[in-house]
């Protein structure tokens, strides 16, 4: 795996956020990333329909499941969740509770930043930049 150089970055906001979220273009690494700076966190994925569902129809239930943090993959699948997830994140002083990854967009909507604003540190990942490329496979994009 290529280290990304917003590794560090993601710490930080570890350090001083309750929740997370990692958010940039499709395949920019946001999963990668997440799963591998928090691999002691359980991971679920909103891609999937039946778990998207449940969130959606019962995201008190759905959030019930991961009292101690989650990775909660594409976020932006289940808006609903935004604000039970503040009732969590007020309950509980631990940081970096829960990670949300999604696409840009989702930071964008009104739930969401009212929802969990002062609670949530952001991260735009891009994809690779030159130098983690170079790194990676001693070869630049522009060669």
């Given amino acids: 795996m290529i280290k990304r150089t917003a590794t560090e970055e993601v710490k930080v906001l570890a350090s001083q956020f309750k929740a997370i979220a990692i958010v940039g ?9 997440a799963r591998s700076v928090f691999a002691d966190k359980p991971y679920v994925s909103l891609e999937n329909p039946d778990m998207r569902n449940y969130a959606l129809e019962d995201p008190r239930g759905f959030l019930s ?11 932006q699948r289940a808006p609903e969740l935004f604000s039970y997830l503040q009732q969590l994140l007020d309950e509980n002083p631990q940081k970096s509770q829960f990670i949300l990854t999604g696409s840009i967009n989702f930071l964008l909507q009104e739930n969401i930043s009212q929802s969990l604003a002062g609670r949530i540190g952001y991260l735009y990942l891009l994809p690779f930049s030159n130098s983690e490329a170079v790194e990676a496979s001693g070869r630049s994009f522009f060669h």
């Avoid at 273009?25 to 990333?33: D, E, F, I, N, V």
């Avoid at 499941?65 to 976020?75: N, S």
């Fill in 25 to 33: 273009p499709r395949q920019s690494g946001k999963t990668t990333l």
């Fill in 65 to 75: 499941q991961y009292r101690k943090g989650a990775i909660i993959d594409e976020a």
